[in-house]
């Protein structure tokens, strides 16, 4: 049973628009949350985070949105670059009561220059 | 500084056969993991070391044992290689502190079981 889910599979935007990548997750007591980027044969590296005592977090271009009473997040990259052109993965944590990160399936995003 | 490395970056095994991949990481974090990686799936979790000395199961632990060696290093080992096995792995380590929670990944094993 999937925790974590990324319902677009891939996503293309125009560069120096907004890209909007979404996340939505079922469990309740998750509180912590990450966003991953990914290249070809290489492996996932930091992006962001946000706790679940925030509702936004910003770090240049990247700012992650969270809405607790609808499960759901999202990263807003503004403006896109060719180089953002990776697969995002979103991740939740229960941070006071586990270790495990629970991955979603990931968003593939495509930046035409 | 290398982060974290892992090795080897690509194997072939036939079903049955057995394997250890190797992970170290150079940052002196506490909390490593394994994951693996399928299409479709995302990351998903084989078992974790939240500390050296302690190792507890993921999502899917089965058909794998890990080691915790030292603080730098943690081991996944297949005993009997199946084909469902095949897929990508990660290993990662985070250090955990109230300031901190972000994995850091290697750069991934290639496993393809016939």
């Known amino acids: 049973d999937q925790q974590v889910k990324q319902n677009s599979p891939s996503l293309s935007v125009q560069e120096g628009r907004i890209s909007i990548l979404n996340c939505d997750y079922t469990n309740s007591m998750f509180d912590y949350f990450l966003w991953y980027k990914k290249y070809p044969a290489e492996g996932p590296t930091f992006l962001i985070s946000?706790?679940?005592?925030?509702d936004k977090n910003e770090d240049g271009r990247f700012t992650v949105f969270l809405n607790k009473s609808a499960k759901h997040l999202s990263l807003h990259i503004v403006p896109s670059q060719p180089g953002d052109s990776a697969v995002y993965f979103c991740?939740?944590?229960?941070?006071?009561?586990?270790?495990?990160?629970?991955f979603g399936t990931g968003t593939s995003l495509t930046v035409i220059p | 500084n290398a982060g974290v490395t892992q090795t080897p970056k690509f194997q072939v095994l036939k079903t049955g056969q057995s394997m250890t991949l190797q992970c170290a990481q150079d940052m002196n974090h506490n909390s490593m993991y394994w994951y693996r990686q399928d299409p479709g799936m995302g990351l998903r979790l084989i078992y974790y070391?939240?500390?050296?000395?302690?190792?507890d199961k993921g999502e899917v632990p089965n058909g794998y044992n890990v080691s915790r060696l030292n603080k730098r290093e943690f081991s996944l080992r297949l005993e009997s290689a199946a084909p469902s096995q095949t897929s990508v792995y990660f290993c990662a380590s985070s250090p955990r502190d109230s300031l901190s929670y972000e994995q850091y990944f290697g750069p991934g094993t290639r496993l393809t079981v016939t």
């Open positions: 991740a939740a944590s229960a941070i006071n009561t586990g270790n495990q990160f629970y």
């Open positions: 946000i706790s679940s005592i925030k």
């Open positions: 070391s939240a500390s050296e000395g302690t190792t």
